[in-house]
């Protein structure tokens, strides 16, 4: 996940490799949920996830390809830098959430569960207390001026999990994403309304723990 949101904004040129020529099926696709719509509830409604993955995630996905099939095209560098930011933009989107589907599970299969473990050891290292950490970690995603992200990322220079967030869709490019959770108002307003924090509270208990710790383990190799 990192190293495609760097090829994409750190290095835009391989969008000229990588682009689906005119004719072919677009590069990028929808990923699958891996649930129904309505798994996740009472904590995220069916109605929201299904408009946040069909109508959202779409909407990047479909921007993604048009820039890149864009900048294949453009005829001079200047065409090309005009790109940079619907690249970054929709690139990061897409990005950002398909992380985020599997960042999410249902608390029949396990979300919102942090069993003793690298990742339970690395949060109470790193923070004091699994409570302290989301109490940290929940009052600095809703502090985010209109829409962004917060994250739990792992500094590969310090070796340790630090809180970071970051504007619109920008992915996370200075940590490895651990957790990521959607604070644009798409992702919760139809059932929390404007109270972030009652969401923040919520989306706990489905937290996939399990992929978190498996993405840690990755990050630390």
């Not at 996940?1 to 696709?29: C, D, E, K, Q, V």
């Not at 942090?114 to 929940?138: H, Q, V």
């Amino acid at each position: 996940m990192l190293s495609l949101a760097r090829s994409i904004i750190a290095r835009p040129a391989l969008a000229r490799t990588f682009a689906a020529p005119s004719g072919i099926a677009s590069l990028h696709t929808l990923p699958d949920l891996p649930y129904p719509y309505n798994a996740l509830e009472p904590y995220i409604s069916g109605q929201i996830m299904e408009l946040h993955h069909k109508k959202h995630h779409q909407t990047y996905v479909n921007g993604l390809n048009a820039a890149e099939e864009s900048y294949a095209k453009a005829p001079s560098v200047k065409q090309q830098i005009a790109l940079q930011s619907a690249l970054k933009f929709n690139g990061g989107g897409h990005i950002n959430h398909s992380l985020f589907w599997k960042n999410l599970a249902p608390t029949s299969e396990g979300g919102g569960k942090l069993a003793d473990g690298l990742l339970k050891s690395a949060i109470e290292r790193d923070f004091g207390s699994i409570e302290n950490f989301k109490t940290k970690f929940n009052a600095a995603t809703a502090a985010i001026q209109g829409s962004g992200w917060g994250w739990l990322g792992y500094n590969p220079a310090t070796k340790k999990l630090e809180i970071v967030t970051t504007a619109n869709q920008d992915p996370l490019l200075s940590h490895a994403p651990i957790i990521g959770v959607d604070i644009w108002e798409h992702a919760f307003y139809l059932q929390y309304k404007n109270v972030k924090p009652d969401y923040l509270n919520a989306i706990w208990n489905v937290i996939n723990f399990k992929e978190a710790e498996s993405r840690l383990a990755e990050a630390q190799k």
